[in-house]
């Protein structure tokens, strides 16, 4: 996959080729309409739906009160690369999804709280949806359900 940090605005978008707009990671603007206050976990702001019907989130906190963290990590000897996007640079970051790893024992520690498809029983609804990271994968990778499936990154 091409690095589009650069191509993306302030909010983590840009339009494809095709002109649907659409999200690399959580909404980081205070000017995004009704997906205003994702990136504050208090608010747990509804953004969308995935493909398979399922719900995706911004920020959000369990019913601990923890944040929802991505039990991805980073593989050890990766060389890790830095992206300047219009909100500024993050470093210290994979290339490619292949330099991460989903570590099963720390979801079953508890240490974080998402399974592979960045999905968990919201603390509210009670039903599985989707949420948006700090860190890697930032937006879901898979689909929980089978519905609806189609390629990541697809704006179609």
């Known amino acids: 996959m091409p690095n589009e940090g650069a191509s993306l ?3 983590f978008g840009h339009s494809a080729p095709g002109g649907a707009y659409h999200y690399h990671a959580n909404i980081n603007c205070t000017s995004a309409g009704a997906a205003a206050g994702a990136n504050d976990p208090d608010r747990c702001v509804l953004i969308g ?3 398979d019907g399922f719900p995706v989130y911004g ?3 369990d019913s601990a009160g923890k944040q929802m963290t991505s039990c991805y990590s980073l593989n050890s000897g ?3 690369v830095s992206v300047t996007t219009a909100a500024g640079t993050v470093s210290g970051i994979g290339s490619s999804s292949s330099d991460y790893t989903y570590d099963t024992s ?3 520690a508890g240490t974080c ?3 592979k498809a960045s999905g968990a029983i ?3 609804t009670n039903t599985y949806s989707y949420f948006m ?3 890697y994968p930032w937006t879901p990778i898979e689909l929980f359900g089978s519905e609806g499936a189609q390629s990541y990154c697809s704006a179609a």
Do not use: G, Q
């Open 9 to 11: 605005d302030s909010c």
């Open 49 to 51: 739906y995935m493909a």
């Open 59 to 61: 920020f959000c906190k």
């Open 78 to 80: 990766v060389t890790t």
């Open 106 to 108: 720390a979801f079953t």
């Open 113 to 115: 709280n998402l399974d």
């Open 122 to 124: 919201h603390p509210t």
């Open 133 to 135: 990271t700090t860190e």
